[in-house]
Protein backbone atom coordinates (compact mmCIF):
# COMPACT_ATOMS: atom_id res chain seq x y z
CA UNK A 1 0.00 0.00 0.00
CA UNK A 2 3.20 2.55 0.50
CA UNK A 3 4.33 2.11 -2.86
CA UNK A 4 4.64 5.19 -4.54
CA UNK A 5 6.46 4.57 -7.72
CA UNK A 6 5.94 5.50 -11.11
CA UNK A 7 3.50 2.17 -11.87
CA UNK A 8 2.04 2.56 -8.19
CA UNK A 9 -1.85 3.14 -8.76
CA UNK A 10 -1.32 5.69 -6.01
CA UNK A 11 1.77 7.00 -8.26
CA UNK A 12 -0.35 10.73 -9.67
CA UNK A 13 -0.92 12.06 -6.43
CA UNK A 14 0.22 15.37 -5.35
CA UNK A 15 0.80 14.26 -1.87
CA UNK A 16 4.34 13.91 -0.41
CA UNK A 17 4.97 16.42 -3.54
CA UNK A 18 6.03 19.86 -4.08
CA UNK A 19 2.72 21.71 -4.91
CA UNK A 20 1.99 25.64 -6.17
CA UNK A 21 -0.91 27.03 -4.73
CA UNK A 22 -3.44 28.06 -7.66
CA UNK A 23 -6.31 30.66 -6.98
CA UNK A 24 -7.77 30.44 -9.76
CA UNK A 25 -10.74 27.57 -10.21
CA UNK A 26 -9.49 24.48 -11.18
CA UNK A 27 -11.37 21.10 -10.47
CA UNK A 28 -8.69 19.10 -12.59
CA UNK A 29 -6.94 19.74 -8.81
CA UNK A 30 -9.01 16.70 -7.36
CA UNK A 31 -7.50 13.49 -6.81
CA UNK A 32 -9.39 10.05 -6.56
CA UNK A 33 -7.64 7.33 -4.64
CA UNK A 34 -10.03 3.88 -5.45
CA UNK A 35 -11.43 2.54 -2.21
CA UNK A 36 -10.83 -0.50 -3.78
CA UNK A 37 -6.88 -0.40 -2.96
CA UNK A 38 -7.92 -0.54 0.51
CA UNK A 39 -10.02 -3.41 0.27
CA UNK A 40 -9.04 -6.25 -1.56
CA UNK A 41 -7.02 -6.70 1.45
CA UNK A 42 -9.69 -6.63 3.31
CA UNK A 43 -11.72 -9.03 1.29
CA UNK A 44 -14.36 -6.23 0.99
CA UNK A 45 -14.32 -4.67 -2.45
CA UNK A 46 -17.49 -6.55 -3.86
CA UNK A 47 -19.34 -6.10 -0.68
CA UNK A 48 -19.17 -4.19 2.38
CA UNK A 49 -20.36 -5.14 5.66
CA UNK A 50 -21.03 -1.78 6.21
CA UNK A 51 -23.00 1.95 5.17
CA UNK A 52 -21.39 5.33 5.77
CA UNK A 53 -20.07 8.38 4.79
CA UNK A 54 -17.13 10.16 5.10
CA UNK A 55 -17.65 13.90 6.61
CA UNK A 56 -15.81 16.63 5.64
CA UNK A 57 -14.98 20.30 6.95
CA UNK A 58 -13.76 22.51 5.20
CA UNK A 59 -12.84 25.87 7.36
CA UNK A 60 -10.85 27.78 4.65
CA UNK A 61 -13.17 28.43 2.28
CA UNK A 62 -13.23 31.88 0.60
CA UNK A 63 -14.28 32.97 -3.24
CA UNK A 64 -15.49 36.47 -4.21
CA UNK A 65 -19.18 37.65 -5.15
CA UNK A 66 -19.73 38.97 -8.59
CA UNK A 67 -18.53 42.55 -7.47
CA UNK A 68 -15.30 41.29 -6.36
CA UNK A 69 -15.52 41.26 -2.74
CA UNK A 70 -14.37 38.42 -1.09
CA UNK A 71 -16.49 36.41 0.96
CA UNK A 72 -15.96 33.27 3.22
CA UNK A 73 -18.20 30.02 4.56
CA UNK A 74 -17.85 26.62 6.15
CA UNK A 75 -18.16 23.56 4.10
CA UNK A 76 -19.37 20.25 5.00
CA UNK A 77 -19.27 17.20 2.08
CA UNK A 78 -20.54 13.71 2.88
CA UNK A 79 -18.68 11.05 0.00
CA UNK A 80 -21.14 8.04 0.65
CA UNK A 81 -18.77 5.08 1.51
CA UNK A 82 -20.19 3.38 -1.33
CA UNK A 83 -18.75 5.39 -3.58
CA UNK A 84 -15.71 4.02 -6.18
CA UNK A 85 -13.29 6.54 -4.89
CA UNK A 86 -11.87 8.30 -1.89
CA UNK A 87 -11.08 11.99 -2.47
CA UNK A 88 -7.38 12.81 -1.18
CA UNK A 89 -7.34 15.13 1.08
CA UNK A 90 -4.33 17.33 0.39
CA UNK A 91 -5.61 17.75 -3.70
CA UNK A 92 -9.24 18.68 -1.81
CA UNK A 93 -7.20 21.67 -0.01
CA UNK A 94 -5.37 22.70 -2.99
CA UNK A 95 -8.98 22.84 -4.96
CA UNK A 96 -11.02 25.00 -2.61
CA UNK A 97 -7.99 27.09 -2.70
CA UNK A 98 -8.23 27.48 -6.11
CA UNK A 99 -11.75 29.53 -6.06
CA UNK A 100 -9.85 32.22 -3.85
CA UNK A 101 -9.75 34.86 -6.62
CA UNK A 102 -13.06 33.04 -8.66
CA UNK A 103 -15.92 34.94 -8.79
CA UNK A 104 -19.02 33.31 -7.85
CA UNK A 105 -22.58 35.10 -8.10
CA UNK A 106 -24.38 33.60 -4.78
CA UNK A 107 -23.43 31.10 -2.69
CA UNK A 108 -25.79 28.39 -4.02
CA UNK A 109 -24.13 28.38 -7.50
CA UNK A 110 -20.86 27.41 -5.64
CA UNK A 111 -22.28 24.96 -3.85
CA UNK A 112 -23.70 23.48 -6.69
CA UNK A 113 -20.39 23.65 -8.60
CA UNK A 114 -18.46 22.27 -5.90
CA UNK A 115 -20.95 19.04 -5.37
CA UNK A 116 -20.76 18.57 -9.10
CA UNK A 117 -16.83 18.60 -9.05
CA UNK A 118 -16.83 16.23 -5.94
CA UNK A 119 -19.16 13.98 -7.23
CA UNK A 120 -17.54 13.41 -10.37
CA UNK A 121 -14.22 12.88 -8.54
CA UNK A 122 -16.01 10.22 -5.93
CA UNK A 123 -17.78 8.70 -8.92
CA UNK A 124 -21.13 8.84 -6.82
CA UNK A 125 -23.32 11.56 -5.60
CA UNK A 126 -21.67 13.77 -3.11
CA UNK A 127 -24.05 16.29 -1.22
CA UNK A 128 -22.81 19.59 -0.13
CA UNK A 129 -23.47 22.58 2.17
CA UNK A 130 -21.84 25.74 2.95
CA UNK A 131 -22.81 27.33 6.40
CA UNK A 132 -22.54 30.94 7.26
CA UNK A 133 -20.43 31.80 10.06
CA UNK A 134 -23.46 32.68 12.32
CA UNK A 135 -24.43 29.59 11.83
CA UNK A 136 -22.56 28.16 14.77
CA UNK A 137 -25.21 25.75 16.42
CA UNK A 138 -23.97 23.14 13.39
CA UNK A 139 -20.37 23.47 14.81
CA UNK A 140 -21.03 23.52 18.98
CA UNK A 141 -18.36 21.56 20.24
CA UNK A 142 -19.49 18.42 22.22
CA UNK A 143 -17.57 15.72 24.69
CA UNK A 144 -18.32 12.56 22.23
CA UNK A 145 -20.53 10.34 23.25
CA UNK A 146 -19.52 6.53 25.25
CA UNK A 147 -17.98 5.31 27.91
CA UNK A 148 -14.41 6.83 27.45
CA UNK A 149 -11.60 4.09 27.18
CA UNK A 150 -8.34 6.23 28.06
CA UNK A 151 -8.13 5.90 31.64
CA UNK A 152 -7.95 2.24 31.64
CA UNK A 153 -4.30 0.84 33.49
CA UNK A 154 -3.15 -0.99 30.42
CA UNK A 155 0.09 -1.96 29.10
CA UNK A 156 1.20 -1.25 25.55
CA UNK A 157 3.55 -3.24 23.32
CA UNK A 158 2.40 -3.97 19.79
CA UNK A 159 2.10 -0.46 17.48
CA UNK A 160 0.77 -2.30 14.34
CA UNK A 161 -2.21 -3.29 13.86
CA UNK A 162 -3.17 -7.05 15.17
CA UNK A 163 -7.01 -7.72 15.35
CA UNK A 164 -5.48 -10.98 17.69
CA UNK A 165 -5.30 -8.47 20.73
CA UNK A 166 -9.17 -8.18 20.85
CA UNK A 167 -10.85 -10.08 23.66
CA UNK A 168 -13.87 -10.99 24.23
CA UNK A 169 -16.01 -12.50 26.94
CA UNK A 170 -19.42 -14.29 27.00
CA UNK A 171 -22.07 -11.68 27.84
CA UNK A 172 -24.13 -10.20 25.67
CA UNK A 173 -23.95 -6.54 26.05
CA UNK A 174 -24.89 -3.38 24.13
CA UNK A 175 -22.30 -1.24 24.78
CA UNK A 176 -20.85 2.73 23.63
CA UNK A 177 -17.31 3.28 24.04
CA UNK A 178 -14.93 6.56 22.68
CA UNK A 179 -11.32 6.60 22.90
CA UNK A 180 -9.19 9.69 22.04
CA UNK A 181 -5.76 7.69 21.23
CA UNK A 182 -6.34 7.06 17.78
CA UNK A 183 -3.04 7.60 16.00
CA UNK A 184 -1.86 6.77 12.98
CA UNK A 185 -0.05 8.06 9.44
CA UNK A 186 -0.43 9.27 6.10
CA UNK A 187 -0.03 6.74 3.77
CA UNK A 188 2.18 8.44 1.28
CA UNK A 189 4.18 11.23 3.31
CA UNK A 190 3.97 9.43 7.05
CA UNK A 191 2.79 12.32 9.11
CA UNK A 192 0.63 11.61 12.13
CA UNK A 193 -2.76 11.53 11.86
CA UNK A 194 -4.86 11.77 15.45
CA UNK A 195 -8.28 10.73 15.65
CA UNK A 196 -11.14 10.21 18.26
CA UNK A 197 -12.95 6.75 17.03
CA UNK A 198 -16.60 5.89 18.78
CA UNK A 199 -17.52 1.97 18.56
CA UNK A 200 -20.93 1.17 19.38
CA UNK A 201 -21.67 -2.26 18.83
CA UNK A 202 -23.99 -5.23 20.21
CA UNK A 203 -22.64 -8.54 20.62
CA UNK A 204 -20.27 -10.50 22.95
CA UNK A 205 -19.05 -8.43 25.71
CA UNK A 206 -15.41 -6.51 24.04
CA UNK A 207 -12.70 -6.83 26.93
CA UNK A 208 -12.45 -2.93 27.66
CA UNK A 209 -8.18 -3.51 27.72
CA UNK A 210 -8.51 -4.95 24.75
CA UNK A 211 -9.99 -3.00 22.58
CA UNK A 212 -8.17 0.13 23.91
CA UNK A 213 -4.65 -2.12 23.73
CA UNK A 214 -6.32 -2.95 19.80
CA UNK A 215 -6.97 1.12 19.21
CA UNK A 216 -3.45 1.76 19.64
CA UNK A 217 -2.07 -1.04 17.42
CA UNK A 218 -2.66 1.69 14.47
CA UNK A 219 -0.10 4.28 16.14
CA UNK A 220 2.59 3.31 13.73
CA UNK A 221 0.94 2.19 10.65
CA UNK A 222 0.31 4.26 7.73
CA UNK A 223 -3.04 4.32 6.40
CA UNK A 224 -5.24 7.24 4.88
CA UNK A 225 -7.83 7.96 7.33
CA UNK A 226 -11.22 6.39 5.81
CA UNK A 227 -8.73 3.24 5.19
CA UNK A 228 -8.29 2.86 9.20
CA UNK A 229 -11.61 3.19 10.53
CA UNK A 230 -12.73 0.51 7.74
CA UNK A 231 -9.81 -1.99 9.40
CA UNK A 232 -10.94 -1.41 12.46
CA UNK A 233 -15.11 -2.11 11.55
CA UNK A 234 -13.40 -5.30 9.90
CA UNK A 235 -10.91 -6.47 12.40
CA UNK A 236 -14.07 -5.97 15.21
CA UNK A 237 -16.63 -7.61 13.41
CA UNK A 238 -14.74 -10.84 12.18
CA UNK A 239 -12.83 -11.43 15.56
CA UNK A 240 -15.39 -10.19 17.89
CA UNK A 241 -18.90 -11.04 15.76
CA UNK A 242 -20.91 -8.53 17.05
CA UNK A 243 -24.83 -8.31 16.06
CA UNK A 244 -24.37 -4.37 15.32
CA UNK A 245 -21.51 -2.29 14.90
CA UNK A 246 -21.02 1.16 14.30
CA UNK A 247 -16.98 2.48 13.87
CA UNK A 248 -17.33 6.17 13.76
CA UNK A 249 -13.82 8.21 13.70
CA UNK A 250 -13.50 12.23 13.93
CA UNK A 251 -9.92 13.11 12.70
CA UNK A 252 -8.55 16.79 13.67
CA UNK A 253 -8.02 19.44 10.82
CA UNK A 254 -4.54 19.53 8.62
CA UNK A 255 -4.93 22.23 5.73
CA UNK A 256 -8.41 23.63 7.25
CA UNK A 257 -9.73 20.19 6.59
CA UNK A 258 -10.80 17.27 9.12
CA UNK A 259 -12.75 14.67 8.15
CA UNK A 260 -14.87 12.56 9.94
CA UNK A 261 -15.55 8.95 8.23
CA UNK A 262 -18.38 6.31 9.73
CA UNK A 263 -19.20 2.76 8.84
CA UNK A 264 -21.95 1.26 10.51
CA UNK A 265 -24.28 -2.00 9.44
CA UNK A 266 -27.77 -0.49 11.45
CA UNK A 267 -27.24 3.28 11.57
CA UNK A 268 -27.97 5.89 9.24
CA UNK A 269 -25.27 8.40 8.79
CA UNK A 270 -24.93 10.66 11.62
CA UNK A 271 -25.77 14.24 12.73
CA UNK A 272 -22.65 15.41 12.81
CA UNK A 273 -21.08 16.52 16.54
CA UNK A 274 -17.68 18.18 16.47
CA UNK A 275 -15.01 17.14 19.08
CA UNK A 276 -13.00 19.37 20.83
CA UNK A 277 -9.93 18.79 19.17
CA UNK A 278 -11.60 19.58 15.35
Given at each position: MGDTTSSS????????KTSQYVDTYSPKLLQAVPRSLNREELGIVEEQPFNGVDIWNGYELSWLNSRGKPCVAILQACVPANSPNLIESKSFKLYLNSFNQYKVDTPDALQQLIEQDLSRCAAAD????LFSLSETDAFQVCPGKGELLDDLDIEVTQYQPDENV???GEAWVEREHISHLLKSNCLITHQPDWGSV????TGKEIIKESLLRYLITFRQHNEFHEQCVERIYCDILRQCQPQKLTV???YTRRGGLDISPFRSNFET???FERLIRQ
Open positions: PLAHLSLGVRVRLMCTIRYYARAPV
